[in-house]
């Protein structure tokens, strides 16, 4: 099988847009600086208005570009964070965090020159299917979802649920309506489910309605899921469901070769 040649060139602003991309991706504008006004787009690449409007448009769909009202385009300010999602044990004799609790996050913010804040949410829900398979479950039983919404600069950065089977949860902290000191991994610790593996599935997606409104995402920035479910000598403890805007999130996995 091959791929069949384009026989029809493609729309002159998308074109445009694929130029004007190529332009950013090699470094000639840096993040925050603001691209030419539309007069010097049409004179330098000799097309009409509505042309630069449009492919402008597909930058900014892709959150390549913000457009700020009355002051003009800018390029995204934010490069991609990196987020450490698995990898080597961090210092010598001590096991690494399955579940990357939110001192992780924080720390890789501040390294970026950013600040990290949270809320939490705790809730009791319906499994849907995938999470009542992977836990083991029928769906429909009920779960224990331990949600944090993390921002860094206050935009938002990723959603982090963590699914229990409520019987593990109940007469545990994982039951309270806010984070556990420590992270929940203490918790499960101190009841005897310690997790000891994890095996991640990770996909790209494009956001639902409310996922797209809470991102604030243009409609061409797709997200990434990490479903990451955890497990130790009797079986699956939790599922934890972390999704990221693919626009100002890079996931890293380390491998230490043994």
Known sequence: MTIPRAGVPAPKYQRLASDLRRRIESGEWQGGAQLPVETELEVHYGVARNTVRLAVDVLVNEGRLVRLQGKGTYLKQQPLMDHRAFGPPPAEGRADCLAAPTRVYADEASAA?????????????????????????????????????????????????????????????????????????????????????ALDHLVARMPGPE??????????????????????????????????????????YGLDGR
Do not use: K, N
Request: neutral net charge; proline residues 6%.
């Open 211 to 252: 996922e797209a409104a809470w991102f604030e995402i243009g409609p061409g920035v797709p997200l990434l899921v990490q479903t990451r479910v955890t497990r130790d000598a009797r079986g699956p403890v939790r599922v934890i469901e972390t999704r990221y805007a693919a626009d100002r999130c890079r996931l890293l």
């Open 113 to 197: 020159g950013r600040r990290l804040t949270a809320d939490f949410e705790m809730l009791v829900v319906r499994a849907r299917a995938d999470i009542a398979g992977l836990l083991g479950m029928l769906p429909g039983e009920a779960v224990v979802v331990r949600r944090q919404l993390r921002l860094t600069d206050r935009e938002p950065y990723s959603i982090e649920e963590s699914h229990y089977r409520a019987g593990l949860a109940a007469g545990t902290p994982l039951m309270e309506p806010e984070a556990v000191p420590g992270g929940d991994e203490t918790v499960l610790s101190a009841i005897g489910r310690a997790e000891r593996t």
